[in-house]
């Protein structure tokens, strides 16, 4: 067994590979079930190895502004939370979506509404994928459903934020962030250096060294037309990110009669279903988005292309069956499955939903 | 090979790091794990559970209807968790404080005595490294090697000096099972 390959909780992944990215920087405020983040950071001690910064600011909403104005730097700056704690960090997440900065932002799902519980839920769904801040604006959203995905998610993120100029968002919920699983790590890569940062930022206020124009970044821009400009160009990049980054794994979904749709932990506890159904006879196939949003739309249209229907299973009241619906034009019959409030299905619970919705008369 | 276990008793028996070292004695094996706590307040003196799954394959789900073994430690996991044996299955109970015993009889269950044997060994922290040491003679799934080795990657050099009086737990917890 290498030393790579390990034994870790889902946020403890999440805490090292940002570190073995070569991050510049972490501020976050505490919250269950995702506070191994910055404890795990603070173990760690990377402002002692790489020069990593772990900050423990004093909200969410400073730590999501202290963020923004890493990013500004065009360093590779990012923050953890859960679900109060991210509806405190949406004019943040506004701005930087106008201010086209690069970050990286988790979201580890808590039940709520409010403060909730502190068990896993997925109902922060609309508020990742269609705002949560004001204005026309979207974050790549990826939804890891193992601990490995927790760690590789990290430099997807990273890398596809700097790509595009955008948010990237890690949606992932407390079963997730709390379970361990065997995870093989990346390397250790070293922080960008500041030459580094200039030619992959030209736009980054980081000092002109009297060798370019003045750099500025704002959300601000009181000329209508301009502003009308502005979104244009955001709008552009969205599709460029829609045509190019759209992730969706399908499991078995060749033969299948039925479909689920999952994403995150409720995936995983569906790919037992599937595997019982499959012993009973019934064949079903798993669509699992990766990228929320931009959402897997042709995948899931291709997947259902011979069902007799669809199963969405999620842990809200019904949030991504929007997005389903819309994908597969409402030709055929799209059913929703949910516990809410921290409540976590079991196999049997999901394989008894979908029998009761298409099967049983 | 899959096993899917769950462990479950009152929080300070040491049912989460049992857990633990039974899930770094599957990647001392090479195998797939998973580890999923119950977490929250409930660790703090309510039952405490946890779900170890070992597999060689991709494992799906880590919640479970059913599972093929089950540790139960007090009354009340006993009675929420009997049920859950899958047909076949085993069950380990420990005997101390149990006034209801298992009536399944299309499994097999197992009774052993750690609590007491923690009490003869006067070593109380010692309780979960008997109550696997039985697991293994019951269901050899991992090597008492690995479990050795999983046991000294899961905690932090500091404690290392501990390692022979969890290896002698170990061995007697091993040496108490009869069914």
């Known amino acids: 067994m290498k030393d790579d390959v390990t034994l870790m909780k889902g946020n403890e992944a999440l805490a090292i590979a940002a570190i073995r990215y070569g991050a510049d920087g972490y501020f976050g405020y505490p919250i ?194 301009k502003m009308e400009e502005n979104n244009h160009r955001f709008q552009a990049t969205y599709r460029l990110i829609e045509k190019n980054e759209t992730r969706c794994e399908l499991v078995d979904t060749d033969d299948c009669d039925y479909l689920i749709v999952a994403f995150g932990s409720t995936a995983r506890i569906s790919m037992k279903a599937m595997e019982i159904a499959r012993k009973q006879g019934i064949k079903v196939g798993l669509a699992r988005p990766i990228t929320l949003w931009p959402f897997p739309v042709k995948h899931i249209r291709e997947a259902a292309k011979n069902v007799k229907g669809i199963l969405v299973v999620e842990l809200d009241a019904g949030q991504m069956i929007e997005d389903v619906k819309l994908a597969t034009e409402c030709r055929l019959p799209v059913e929703h499955f949910g516990r809410m409030g921290g409540n976590v299905p079991t196999p049997d619970e999901v394989l008894n939903a979908l029998k009761e919705k298409f099967i049983n008369d | 090979m899959k096993e899917e276990i769950i462990i479950a008793g009152f929080g300070g028996q040491g049912v989460l790091s049992m857990g633990k070292i039974l899930a770094y004695s599957g990647l001392m094996e090479d195998k797939e794990v998973t580890w999923l706590p119950s977490y929250g307040p409930e660790q703090r003196g309510g039952t405490a559970n946890v779900t170890v799954i070992l597999s060689d394959e991709r494992i799906s789900s880590p919640i479970l209807n059913e599972y093929d073994t089950v540790v139960v430690l007090n009354q009340q996991s006993l009675d929420r968790f009997e049920s859950k044996v899958k047909p076949g299955g085993v069950l380990i109970y420990d005997s101390y404080g149990i006034h209801k015993v298992p009536t399944r009889k299309d499994i097999e269950v197992y009774r052993i005595d750690a609590m007491e044997a923690t009490f003869e060994l006067k070593n109380a922290k010692s309780y979960n490294m008997i109550v696997l040491g039985a697991l293994l003679a019951i269901k050899p799934i991992v090597t008492v090697e690995n479990v050795l080795l999983g046991l000294k990657k899961s905690l932090p050099e500091r404690h290392w000096h501990l390692m022979p009086q969890n290896e002698q737990a170990l061995r007697h917890g091993m040496s108490l099972v009869k069914k």
Not at chain 1, 79 to 100: D, I, K, V
């Open chain 1, 32 to 225: 269950t079930p995702q506070s191994e983040v910055l404890e795990c950071l603070e173990a760690q001690m990377p402002w002692e190895t790489t020069g990593m910064v772990v900050l423990q600011a004093e909200s969410e909403v400073a730590a999501i502004n202290m963020v923004y104005a890493g990013a500004s730097c065009g360093k590779t700056v990012f923050t953890s939370t859960s679900s109060p704690g991210f509806s405190l960090m949406q004019e943040g997440m506004s701005y930087m979506a106008a201010s086209e900065v690069p970050a990286l932002v988790i979201n580890v799902m808590r039940g709520g509404p409010g403060l909730g519980t502190i068990h896993p839920s997925q109902a922060d769904y609309f508020q990742a994928c269609k705002g949560g801040g004001h204005g026309d604006y979207h974050m790549i959203v990826l939804a890891p459903s193992s601990v490995q995905e927790m760690a590789d998610f990290v430099a997807l993120g990273w890398d596809l934020a700097f790509k595009y100029r955008c948010v990237s968002m890690i949606l992932a919920d407390g079963l997730v962030g709390q379970m361990m699983e065997k995870v093989v790590l990346p390397p250790q890569r070293p922080r960008r250096t500041e030459e580094q940062i200039r030619q992959l930022c030209p736009w980054a206020v980081n000092g002109r060294k009297g060798m370019r124009p003045k750099n500025i970044v704002t959300s601000l821009e009181l000329d209508d037309d």
